[in-house]
Protein backbone atom coordinates (compact mmCIF):
# COMPACT_ATOMS: atom_id res chain seq x y z
CA UNK A 1 0.00 0.00 0.00
CA UNK A 2 1.10 3.64 -0.83
CA UNK A 3 0.88 6.08 2.46
CA UNK A 4 0.20 9.14 0.09
CA UNK A 5 1.93 10.99 2.74
CA UNK A 6 4.92 9.81 2.65
CA UNK A 7 5.46 9.56 -1.28
CA UNK A 8 2.25 10.78 -2.97
CA UNK A 9 2.07 9.20 -6.33
CA UNK A 10 1.44 9.77 -10.02
CA UNK A 11 -1.25 9.06 -11.72
CA UNK A 12 -2.07 9.42 -15.32
CA UNK A 13 -4.45 8.83 -18.66
CA UNK A 14 -3.67 9.66 -22.10
CA UNK A 15 -4.31 12.98 -21.71
CA UNK A 16 -3.83 14.10 -18.06
CA UNK A 17 -1.26 13.42 -15.09
CA UNK A 18 -1.97 13.51 -11.95
CA UNK A 19 1.15 14.79 -9.24
CA UNK A 20 1.87 16.73 -6.34
CA UNK A 21 1.53 20.18 -6.53
CA UNK A 22 4.50 22.42 -7.17
CA UNK A 23 5.95 25.76 -6.06
CA UNK A 24 6.51 26.14 -10.20
CA UNK A 25 3.16 25.33 -11.02
CA UNK A 26 2.39 28.88 -10.26
CA UNK A 27 2.35 30.56 -13.54
CA UNK A 28 -0.06 27.68 -15.09
CA UNK A 29 -2.14 27.87 -12.12
CA UNK A 30 -2.67 31.55 -12.08
CA UNK A 31 -4.76 31.04 -15.23
CA UNK A 32 -7.09 28.78 -13.35
CA UNK A 33 -7.39 30.39 -9.93
CA UNK A 34 -7.50 34.28 -11.83
CA UNK A 35 -10.48 33.01 -14.19
CA UNK A 36 -13.25 34.56 -12.79
CA UNK A 37 -15.88 32.44 -14.89
CA UNK A 38 -14.43 29.19 -13.12
CA UNK A 39 -14.46 30.83 -9.83
CA UNK A 40 -18.30 30.04 -9.17
CA UNK A 41 -17.22 26.00 -9.60
CA UNK A 42 -14.20 26.23 -7.18
CA UNK A 43 -15.51 24.94 -3.52
CA UNK A 44 -14.81 26.85 -0.63
CA UNK A 45 -16.94 24.92 1.44
CA UNK A 46 -15.46 25.34 5.53
CA UNK A 47 -12.00 27.03 4.24
CA UNK A 48 -11.72 30.10 6.65
CA UNK A 49 -13.26 32.23 4.21
CA UNK A 50 -11.05 31.49 1.19
CA UNK A 51 -13.12 31.70 -2.32
CA UNK A 52 -9.32 30.59 -4.15
CA UNK A 53 -9.60 33.79 -6.40
CA UNK A 54 -5.86 34.41 -6.88
CA UNK A 55 -4.95 37.20 -9.42
CA UNK A 56 -1.86 37.53 -8.84
CA UNK A 57 1.29 35.18 -9.14
CA UNK A 58 2.78 35.81 -5.31
CA UNK A 59 -0.71 35.18 -4.47
CA UNK A 60 -1.11 31.94 -6.30
CA UNK A 61 2.45 31.07 -5.19
CA UNK A 62 1.32 31.75 -1.48
CA UNK A 63 -1.52 29.28 -1.46
CA UNK A 64 0.62 26.73 -3.45
CA UNK A 65 3.34 27.18 -0.36
CA UNK A 66 0.47 26.68 1.82
CA UNK A 67 -0.86 23.47 0.03
CA UNK A 68 2.44 22.17 0.43
CA UNK A 69 2.62 22.79 4.15
CA UNK A 70 -0.75 21.31 4.67
CA UNK A 71 0.81 17.88 2.86
CA UNK A 72 3.79 17.78 4.68
CA UNK A 73 1.29 17.97 8.00
CA UNK A 74 -0.42 15.22 6.18
CA UNK A 75 -3.68 17.00 6.14
CA UNK A 76 -4.66 16.96 2.37
CA UNK A 77 -2.96 16.42 -0.89
CA UNK A 78 -3.24 18.97 -3.72
CA UNK A 79 -2.34 17.79 -6.90
CA UNK A 80 -1.93 19.57 -9.50
CA UNK A 81 -3.98 18.16 -13.19
CA UNK A 82 -1.47 17.97 -16.24
CA UNK A 83 -2.14 18.76 -19.46
CA UNK A 84 -0.29 16.55 -21.45
CA UNK A 85 -0.73 17.98 -24.77
CA UNK A 86 0.49 21.79 -23.40
CA UNK A 87 2.56 19.93 -20.61
CA UNK A 88 0.90 22.95 -18.40
CA UNK A 89 -0.86 22.40 -15.03
CA UNK A 90 -5.15 23.06 -15.71
CA UNK A 91 -6.37 22.42 -12.25
CA UNK A 92 -5.89 20.77 -9.03
CA UNK A 93 -7.77 18.16 -6.91
CA UNK A 94 -7.91 18.30 -3.10
CA UNK A 95 -8.17 14.91 -1.47
CA UNK A 96 -8.19 14.08 2.32
CA UNK A 97 -9.97 11.47 4.90
CA UNK A 98 -12.53 13.54 6.24
CA UNK A 99 -13.19 12.76 9.95
CA UNK A 100 -16.02 14.11 11.87
CA UNK A 101 -19.16 13.31 13.46
CA UNK A 102 -21.95 13.71 10.24
CA UNK A 103 -22.64 11.88 7.90
CA UNK A 104 -19.50 12.79 5.65
CA UNK A 105 -17.81 10.66 8.48
CA UNK A 106 -14.51 8.71 7.01
CA UNK A 107 -14.92 9.63 3.83
CA UNK A 108 -12.91 10.94 1.00
CA UNK A 109 -13.78 14.49 0.35
CA UNK A 110 -12.52 16.08 -3.23
CA UNK A 111 -12.35 19.22 -4.86
CA UNK A 112 -11.69 19.71 -8.51
CA UNK A 113 -10.59 23.24 -9.47
CA UNK A 114 -10.57 23.88 -13.43
CA UNK A 115 -10.12 26.59 -16.06
CA UNK A 116 -13.58 27.66 -17.52
CA UNK A 117 -12.85 25.98 -20.29
CA UNK A 118 -12.31 22.42 -18.58
CA UNK A 119 -15.71 22.89 -17.17
CA UNK A 120 -17.30 20.40 -19.57
CA UNK A 121 -18.96 16.65 -18.40
CA UNK A 122 -16.38 15.15 -20.95
CA UNK A 123 -13.10 17.20 -19.57
CA UNK A 124 -14.36 16.38 -15.79
CA UNK A 125 -14.84 13.04 -16.37
CA UNK A 126 -11.32 12.21 -17.85
CA UNK A 127 -9.97 13.95 -14.83
CA UNK A 128 -12.17 12.00 -12.45
CA UNK A 129 -11.29 8.83 -13.99
CA UNK A 130 -7.93 8.98 -12.70
CA UNK A 131 -8.41 9.35 -9.24
CA UNK A 132 -11.04 7.98 -8.21
CA UNK A 133 -10.55 4.36 -7.96
CA UNK A 134 -7.09 4.48 -6.48
CA UNK A 135 -8.52 7.24 -3.89
CA UNK A 136 -10.22 4.92 -1.86
CA UNK A 137 -6.94 2.85 -0.87
CA UNK A 138 -4.76 5.77 -1.25
CA UNK A 139 -6.66 7.86 1.56
CA UNK A 140 -8.17 4.98 3.41
CA UNK A 141 -12.00 5.78 2.58
CA UNK A 142 -15.44 3.32 1.07
CA UNK A 143 -16.94 6.85 0.28
CA UNK A 144 -15.61 9.75 -2.07
CA UNK A 145 -17.53 13.15 -1.54
CA UNK A 146 -17.27 16.41 -3.97
CA UNK A 147 -19.42 19.14 -4.52
CA UNK A 148 -21.50 20.42 -7.27
CA UNK A 149 -24.06 23.39 -6.78
CA UNK A 150 -27.36 23.85 -8.57
CA UNK A 151 -26.34 25.73 -11.64
CA UNK A 152 -23.32 23.72 -12.15
CA UNK A 153 -24.95 21.67 -14.71
CA UNK A 154 -21.96 20.27 -17.01
CA UNK A 155 -20.27 18.83 -13.09
CA UNK A 156 -23.41 17.31 -12.21
CA UNK A 157 -23.92 15.60 -15.46
CA UNK A 158 -20.30 14.41 -14.98
CA UNK A 159 -20.36 13.49 -11.67
CA UNK A 160 -24.23 11.59 -12.67
CA UNK A 161 -21.67 9.61 -15.29
CA UNK A 162 -19.43 9.00 -12.96
CA UNK A 163 -21.87 7.13 -10.60
CA UNK A 164 -21.98 9.95 -8.08
CA UNK A 165 -25.37 10.41 -6.43
CA UNK A 166 -26.80 13.43 -5.21
CA UNK A 167 -26.78 13.45 -1.11
CA UNK A 168 -29.63 16.00 0.86
CA UNK A 169 -27.80 15.14 3.81
CA UNK A 170 -25.74 18.79 4.74
CA UNK A 171 -21.93 18.72 5.48
CA UNK A 172 -21.15 20.22 8.79
CA UNK A 173 -18.39 22.86 9.02
CA UNK A 174 -16.70 24.78 12.00
CA UNK A 175 -18.98 27.73 11.64
CA UNK A 176 -22.01 26.60 9.52
CA UNK A 177 -23.61 23.93 7.19
CA UNK A 178 -23.21 23.21 3.49
CA UNK A 179 -24.77 21.55 0.84
CA UNK A 180 -25.08 20.08 -2.74
CA UNK A 181 -22.43 17.06 -2.12
CA UNK A 182 -22.45 14.30 -4.63
CA UNK A 183 -20.87 10.61 -3.32
CA UNK A 184 -19.75 7.37 -4.70
CA UNK A 185 -19.25 4.56 -2.85
CA UNK A 186 -16.05 1.84 -3.48
CA UNK A 187 -19.39 -0.72 -5.19
CA UNK A 188 -20.30 1.91 -7.29
CA UNK A 189 -17.48 2.06 -10.06
CA UNK A 190 -18.83 -0.48 -12.19
CA UNK A 191 -21.29 2.13 -12.76
CA UNK A 192 -18.83 4.32 -15.03
CA UNK A 193 -16.80 1.15 -15.47
CA UNK A 194 -19.45 -0.63 -17.80
CA UNK A 195 -19.69 2.76 -19.87
CA UNK A 196 -16.45 4.17 -20.24
CA UNK A 197 -15.81 2.34 -23.37
CA UNK A 198 -18.67 3.81 -24.77
CA UNK A 199 -17.36 7.00 -23.96
CA UNK A 200 -14.92 8.98 -26.78
CA UNK A 201 -12.73 11.13 -24.88
Known sequence: MIHVYEKCPVLENSHFLLRLVEESDAKDLL??????????????????GDNFYYPTEERMLEAIKFWL????????????????TSNKAVGTIELFNRKSTDYFNNCGLLRLD?????????SLCEI?????????????????????????????RALEEMGFQKVKEHLAGKYDTYRDYWIIRNSDNSHYHSKQDKQDF
Do not use: H
Not at 31 to 48: G, I, M, R, T, W
Not at 130 to 154: H, R, W
Open 31 to 48: EVYSDKNALPFFNSDNCN
Open 69 to 84: WEYSNKVYVRFSIIDK
Open 114 to 122: VGSELEKCT
Open 128 to 156: LSIILEPAYQLFGCSMIATKAAIYAVERA
